[in-house]
T-cell receptor, first 115, second 109 residues
């Protein structure tokens, strides 16, 4: 089965510019996550969707980050305006919510460099 | 959410068995214990999950004592390709899957 698809793989922008990342989860996976992983650290949960509703966005910097999951499938994560500290890998993951054990499947990530 | 504590880094040699222990003193009754592996420039990959006692798959074994306050990931006969970061997580279903800093495992020739 196809895995979680993310694009772009790499993006370089200047501070104060905007950027958007796209994620297509595994077919049938109701839960979708966006994580931010700064170099040398573990992934940090930014937002979790269940179908097209937000389950948790407590760690999302809402003044500059936004995310949506239209029709409960694809999702986009936007940063506007970007700051230097937003340089990180943005990981998308999905899971089959019906399972009790919640195994997450991750994409390869989108690496953002803010200059 | 149960917090996990694991060593920051470990070194081992090819062919050795590696055991990484994770403590989770506040684990809840419904929580499962899950381990992920992450190679550079890749997303984390699920490797094993358990609730109690022992679980084994083609990649690793997971040992969980009766009190479930800790768990040990065992990698048999490691190779250079097992060099990665290993994350221990506890949680129920897919609610708020939180990663810690993980253990950086470095396999030496």
């Amino acid at each position: 089965e196809a895995g979680v698809a993310q694009s772009p793989r790499y993006k370089i922008i200047e501070k104060r510019q905007s950027v958007a990342f796209w994620c297509n989860p595994i077919s049938g996976h109701a839960t979708l996550y966006w994580y931010q992983q700064i170099l040398g650290q573990g992934p940090k949960l930014l937002i979790q969707f269940q179908n097209n509703g937000v389950v948790d966005d407590s760690q999302l910097p809402k003044d500059r980050f936004s995310a949506e999951r239209l029709k409960g499938v694809d999702s986009t994560l936007k940063i506007q305006p970007a700051k230097l500290e937003d340089s990180a890998v943005y990981l998308c993951a999905s899971s089959l919510a019906a399972r009790n054990t919640g195994e997450l499947f991750f994409g390869e990530g989108s690496r953002l460099t803010v200059l | 959410l149960a917090k996990t504590t694991q060593p920051i880094s470990m070194d081992s040699y090819e062919g050795q068995e590696v055991n990484i222990t994770c403590s989770h003193n506040n684990i809840a009754t419904n929580d499962y214990i899950t381990w992920y592996q992450q190679f550079p420039s890749q997303g984390p990959r699920f490797i094993i999950q358990g609730y109690k006692t022992k679980v084994t798959n083609e990649v690793a074994s997971l040992f969980i004592p009766a009190d479930r306050k800790s768990s040990t990931l065992s990698l048999p006969r490691v190779s250079l390709s097992d060099t990665a970061v290993y994350y221990c997580l506890v949680g129920y279903r897919d609610d708020k899957i939180i990663f810690g800093k993980g253990t950086r495992l470095h396999i030496l020739p």
